[in-house]
């Protein structure tokens, strides 16, 4: 007992400067958009959990941290409406190249209406043919012919696509469905575009 | 002049060596070489001394008073020493934000006469920046960390640097802490890298090719943040010149180059 009345407030100290230490990056957030809506606030500045947690833990989250994640974003996936996880591979090689769309701000906006893509170029190689491709993510050039697109293969794909959390807690990869950036739809696009043999992904 | 009109010819060689197969950072190192007399910052930098030494603003005071931490009106090496903490301000400044301290307060303007357009090519702010800038050619990044606002400024930016939100979940560790990584063809500096960190921090401000404009450091840093989809940050907000601190003192030691050239 005695020790606990010594260590007590060593800890409450310890606690509060963890707190202080965070509130001063929220207050400077808070702060630093002045220009912000209310909507703007809320769906491109506050935290979610999962974003709360991988920022604490700087992306590498402890074990049982990252089979929370995992568990809880397992559960945010959603299907098309249709059940068709493998939709046309034109649609998704077009979405893979578009980067635009959700710029806000007075600078360079977008239009509201402005088409989101996956912008998965970005980050992947995919068809050979497109040679301006990033590394930030792995290669995807033939991952249909490895995989191949079976049932258990095409499922995998569509719920890393939506969200890739569910798989690598804390993964740079945006989470496309959970966030509502692309449509389960045009996930199922991607998807044939990784998978389907006839896509250059596979074919060149 | 000539010089620019060889910058500009030099641009037409370089863009057609980019459809080779060569690749882009190579034109772009070709470019930056044929250039290294002739950098269109140069322009900037020029016109940012004769702002600096005219009489402007409705006191029509020059800005030769302004102190950017070294002492009133020393300029040689002020960037290199920046973001820093100010007394009379009471708060950690960057460059632009110090500069607007003294736009207003030693020349009188009002502070949205001083900040419009700022993010304009050739803005009074970019071309005042550039000469201050250039004025530290030479000198190492020696960002201090002494005041204790300075000491939270740094670990606030440290923190927001890691900080993850919005619709694509992006923070600026997501593209910036690993080496020898690119999007589509534009390699990205590792700020957990210090000789990373160093390479980057000290060509800022930089001749930006495909905007033919001079971008300053926190230019730079709000169009980051409007590529990960973030609301605009204010010009001088505390984040942005947080995240300076943390870049600095990540690219500590690094010798500034003077304005760079970039894509």
């Known amino acids: 007992m005695k020790s606990l009345s010594r260590a007590l407030p060593l800890l409450l100290c310890l606690l509060a400067n963890g707190v202080a230490a965070a509130d001063a990056l929220e207050v400077t957030v808070r702060r630093s958009f002045p220009g912000a809506s209310d909507e703007e606030r809320r769906t491109r500045l506050d935290q979610d959990e999962v974003q709360a947690l991988c920022s604490k833990h700087r992306n590498r989250p402890p074990a049982d941290v990252a089979a929370r994640i995992v568990e809880s974003q397992l559960q945010t996936i959603r299907y098309p409406e249709d059940g068709k996880l493998l939709g046309d591979w034109r649609a998704g090689e077009k979405l893979a190249s578009i980067g635009t769309g959700g710029h806000i701000g007075r600078i360079q906006p977008d239009p509201a209406d402005r088409k989101k893509g996956g912008n998965c170029y970005a980050c992947h190689?995919?068809?050979?043919k497109e040679v301006a491709?990033?590394?930030?993510?792995?290669?995807?050039?033939?991952?249909?012919?490895?995989?191949?697109?079976?049932?258990?293969?095409?499922?995998?794909?569509?719920?890393?696509?939506?969200?890739?959390?569910?798989?690598?807690?804390?993964s740079s990869m945006p989470r496309f469905g959970h966030s509502g950036w692309l449509t389960p739809q045009e996930i199922a696009d991607a998807v044939a575009f990784l998978l389907d043999p006839e896509s250059p992904v596979n074919k060149d | 002049m000539r010089r620019i009109v060889a910058a500009a010819l030099g641009l037409g060689v370089a863009c057609g060596a980019l459809g080779g197969d060569q690749s882009a950072s190579e034109a772009i190192a070709q470019y930056r070489q044929m250039l290294e007399d002739g950098n269109p910052a140069e322009l900037m930098e020029l016109r940012g001394?004769?702002?600096?030494?005219?009489?402007?603003?409705?006191?029509?005071?020059?800005?030769?008073?302004?102190?950017?931490?070294?002492?009133?009106?020393?300029?040689?090496?002020?960037?290199?020493r920046l973001p820093r903490y100010f007394a009379d301000t009471d708060r950690v400044q960057d460059v632009e934000s110090r500069l607007l301290t003294c736009m207003t307060t030693l020349q009188g303007f009002a502070y949205e006469d001083a900040t419009r357009a700022w993010y304009k090519a050739g803005s009074d702010l970019e071309a005042l920046v550039t000469f201050i800038a250039t004025r530290s050619k030479g000198q190492p990044i020696d960002t201090?960390?002494?005041?204790?606002?300075?000491?939270?400024?740094?670990?606030?930016?440290?923190?927001?640097?890691?900080?993850?939100?919005?619709?694509?979940?992006?923070?600026?560790?997501?593209?910036?802490?690993?080496?020898?990584?690119?999007?589509?063809?534009?390699?990205?500096?590792?700020?957990?890298?210090?000789?990373?960190?160093?390479?980057?921090?000290?060509?800022?401000?930089?001749?930006?090719?495909?905007?033919?404009?001079?971008?300053?450091?926190?230019?730079?840093?709000?169009?980051?943040?409007?590529?990960?989809?973030?609301?605009?940050?204010?010009?001088?907000?505390?984040?942005?010149?947080?995240?300076?601190?943390?870049?600095?003192?990540?690219?500590?030691?690094?010798?500034?180059?003077?304005?760079?050239?970039?894509?």
């Open chain 1, 125 to 128: 190689t995919l068809a050979k």
């Open chain 1, 133 to 170: 491709a990033g590394n930030l993510g792995p290669s995807l050039t033939g991952i249909g012919t490895v995989r191949g697109n079976g049932p258990e293969a095409v499922r995998y794909t569509y719920q890393k696509i939506f969200n890739a959390q569910a798989f690598f807690p804390c």
């Open chain 2, 49 to 80: 001394e004769e702002l600096w030494t005219t009489p402007r603003g409705p006191r029509n005071v020059t800005l030769e008073q302004c102190d950017l931490g070294l002492g009133p009106g020393v300029v040689e090496g002020a960037y290199a």
């Open chain 2, 144 to 263: 201090p960390v002494k005041h204790a606002k300075e000491v939270e400024a740094l670990a606030v930016g440290a923190d927001f640097f890691y900080r993850r939100s919005g619709p694509l979940d992006f923070a600026c560790a997501t593209c910036h802490s690993q080496d020898d990584r690119r999007i589509r063809l534009q390699e990205l500096p590792n700020f957990e890298n210090p000789a990373s960190a160093r390479t980057s921090m000290t060509v800022w401000p930089a001749y930006r090719v495909s905007q033919s404009a001079v971008w300053t450091m926190e230019r730079r840093l709000i169009d980051c943040i409007r590529q990960m989809r973030y609301p605009e940050p204010e010009l001088g907000s505390d984040a942005i010149i947080a995240l300076q601190v943390y870049l600095q003192h990540q690219a500590r030691g690094g010798v500034m180059q003077g304005p760079g050239i970039k894509r």
